[in-house]
């Protein structure tokens, strides 16, 4: 069981049994112990990522503005691997600022609920209607990012499977450039990181599971 942003306690999705979050688990929290005891209780057995899970729940308790991007040395962000329901097919985008391929995502200004944050990011940067956002987080990266005019800092990154229905036509906004919908068979046709593929790698199969 686990508390949620609401305050209640709710079952604990895992990566075996993962859930698309209601409206009401969508709720905003500034409650930075919900994101803690989520980190804590990470649901993986890759030792990189439990390891990960660890250095941003102690950062989280030593850190209380860790939530926003006024924290210099590193902040929180959520992420979304957009998947329209039934191809497979995922979202990149160009990033303007970063000018790299990457998924959605984004700062999580002061919200705790990182599955909100997510969702937001991803309805905002494709302009996609009707997304779905799907608990547990099934990846944490963090990494280093040097945009314009700001001191390089880190980036402490939490990842959700966000389903789109099918049929969705994506509109960038300023954000992006460029915006795709991509297979994992051409991946390589894009200049991606190792992290965007881990992304691809981990998050798909999540899709098998909601299927049961």
Not at 16 to 28: F, K, N, Q, R
Not at 93 to 102: A, C, G, R, S, Y
Not at 171 to 188: F, I, K, Y
Request: with cysteine; net charge negative; proline share 7%.
């Amino acid at each position: 069981m686990e508390r949620s942003e609401s305050g209640g306690v709710d079952p604990r999705p895992t990566l075996a049994s993962p859930v698309i979050v209601s409206d009401e688990g969508l709720a905003p929290s500034e409650d930075l112990s919900i994101l803690i005891d989520r980190l804590d209780h990470h649901d993986t057995q890759d030792p990189s990522q439990l390891a990960i899970a660890q250095r941003m729940g102690d950062f989280a308790r030593a850190h209380s503005d860790a939530l926003f991007r006024t924290c210099p040395e590193a902040h929180f962000t959520g992420s979304a691997l957009v998947v329209e329901e039934g191809t497979e097919r995922f979202i990149l985008l160009f990033h303007t600022k970063l000018q790299k391929w990457l998924q959605p995502g984004g700062h999580v200004d002061g919200n705790a609920n990182l599955s909100a944050s997510a969702l937001r990011e991803a309805q905002e940067e494709t302009g996609i209607e009707g997304l779905r956002v799907v608990r547990p987080a099934f990846d944490l990266d963090i990494h280093e990012v040097r945009p314009p005019n700001e001191p390089p800092h880190l980036h402490l990154d939490i990842r959700f499977l966000v389903l789109a229905p099918d049929g969705s036509v994506p509109v960038g906004n300023h954000e992006s450039r460029e915006l795709h919908w991509v297979t994992e068979r051409e991946l390589d046709d894009f200049d991606v990181d190792e992290s965007v593929r881990r992304l691809v790698r981990q998050g798909l199969p999540l899709l098998h599971y909601l299927k049961d």
